[in-house]
């Protein structure tokens, strides 16, 4: 009987080692995996501008509702989760079904949705290089209101904290994958509470620094269009950088949520830890903390082994 017991704990364990994130997972079963993926995203890339920020903040939001598991991909009607308000705006699922296409035509049925999101994100972003762990299974379940507890760029810096802390990220992760936004664009629509109804009575966040506000109001007017779209990153749209955080520091955050990045101790202390005199020779780089914090992302709630399933299609059940 212990023998049999012990066979079965053995057994269990070893599952579970084969059920884990691995860089490289299929280095066997589909070689040539990630670099259709690569070369996917750089043809994309090479006509579609805004194609980082896309795939970056896809990789962002699949994650954050029921783990990384690719089930923002599935179309599931009007009750799916890609139509969810905290999605609003989120685009890149013809990449992802681009990039599965060329995958199925060589290794049909053996790379999910979910890491082929995973992958896509890193590529496009033209940031930090780090590999990427695999060996994610795609989600049976599509349903709007599990993502209901998006984080949302008008939430307080310790609502932001919490909902990271739940997906087990720290606030260094708060604070990096918020600098994601160095690159990219936001819709007025996510600004006109913040230049124009920020208090009771009506008047604008009091942390924008006064010359910067005037460019604000201008880009996106009162009763204006709310798709209209400006950088996030005042300066230093174009490039992967952390200028995006001296931008917090000084009062030129567009976005409300990276604003706050700065009212809170903990999180002002991180930013401010990248401009120190000694900062790059002590403790970690920006670049490097990024790269982390997008390894520790991708291994949200994640399935693995024999759970969920290997979609053919990513839009489908």
Do not use: W
């Not at 989600?139 to 919490?162: C, F, H, R, Y």
Request: aromatic letters at 8%; proline letters at 3%.
């Amino acid at each position: 009987m212990a023998l049999i017991f012990f066979i079965l704990i053995l057994s269990h364990l070893v599952g579970m080692s084969h059920a884990q994130l691995k860089v490289g997972f299929y280095g066997k079963t589909c070689p040539e995996a990630e670099n259709i993926v690569t070369n996917v995203v750089r043809q994309v890339a090479a006509s579609t501008q805004n194609i980082a920020p896309v795939l970056l903040r896809l990789h962002f939001h699949d994650c954050f509702v029921q783990g990384c598991d690719g089930s923002i991909l599935l179309e599931n009607g009007e009750i799916g989760e890609r139509h969810a308000f905290g999605h609003q705006g989120v685009q890149g699922f013809d990449v992802i079904e681009r990039a599965k296409q060329e995958i199925e035509k060589v290794c049909p049925g053996i790379v999910s949705c979910a890491d082929i999101v995973a992958l896509a994100a890193r590529d496009a972003a033209n940031g930090p290089s780090y590999e990427v762990e695999t060996g994610r299974r795609d989600g049976l379940i599509s349903n709007l209101t599990l993502a209901a507890n998006m984080p949302d760029v008008s939430e307080s810096i310790q609502i932001l904290k919490a909902k990271f802390s739940q997906k087990g990220l720290s606030e260094k992760d708060l604070v990096v994958l918020s600098a994601a936004h160095t690159i990219g664009t936001t819709a007025c629509f996510f600004m006109t509470q913040r230049l124009y109804d920020f208090v009771p009575g009506g008047g604008s966040d009091p942390s924008i620094d006064p010359s910067f506000l005037p460019e604000l109001m201008a880009a996106c007017p009162r009763n204006g269009d709310v798709n209209a779209r400006l950088s996030m990153d005042r300066g230093s749209s174009e490039e992967f950088d952390n200028n995006i955080l001296q931008n917090v520091r000084s009062g030129f955050a567009v976005l409300r949520s990276d604003a706050s990045l700065y009212e809170d101790v903990d999180t002002r202390n991180i930013v401010d830890s990248y401009f120190g005199i000694f900062s790059p020779f002590l403790g970690t780089s920006f670049e490097d903390d990024f790269a982390n914090a997008m390894v520790k992302m991708g291994r949200i709630d994640v399935l693995t082994g024999k759970q969920g399933k290997i979609r053919s299609v990513c839009s489908t059940f």
